[in-house]
């Protein structure tokens, strides 16, 4: 069974920075994705930044130009540090894997979120 743990929440003023760390445990197969979703109060969860099993990286378009993600893959973690926070970055943000069996099997796991306050 897959855990997640994020860490780097916090509060900042607009413009600020923050780094979000997700560390990624329990792993039985070698091929897995890692991806930040963040979800604001009463809207969707919606997909942030990421890289899928082959190592290619996608950013959502509110955050291109504003986000450096790193993934390391033999230590599974995730970091996700953003620059130019905007009020609208507010939100609990989510640490995702999923992880490929050798059959076709994926199974998803997320962590249990870290809080994401930028105020003007």
């Known amino acids: 069974q897959v855990q997640l743990v994020e860490s780097g929440g916090g509060s900042v003023q607009v413009g600020g920075s923050l780094r979000l760390s997700c560390r990624g445990s329990?792993?039985?197969?070698?091929?897995?994705?890692m991806s930040w979703y963040r979800q604001p109060v009463g809207k969707e969860r919606e997909f942030v930044s990421g890289f899928d099993s082959d190592g290619r990286r996608t950013d959502a378009d509110f955050v291109k130009g504003r986000v450096t993600t790193i993934l390391d893959y033999a230590k599974h973690t995730l970091d996700l540090q953003m620059n130019g926070l905007k009020p609208e970055d507010t939100a609990m943000y989510y640490c995702?894997?999923?992880?490929?069996?050798?059959?076709?099997?994926?199974?998803?796991?997320w962590g249990q979120g870290t809080q994401v306050t930028v105020s003007s």
């Open positions: 329990g792993y039985t197969h070698p091929t897995f994705d």
């Open positions: 995702k894997t999923s992880e490929y069996g050798p059959y076709g099997e994926i199974d998803n796991y």
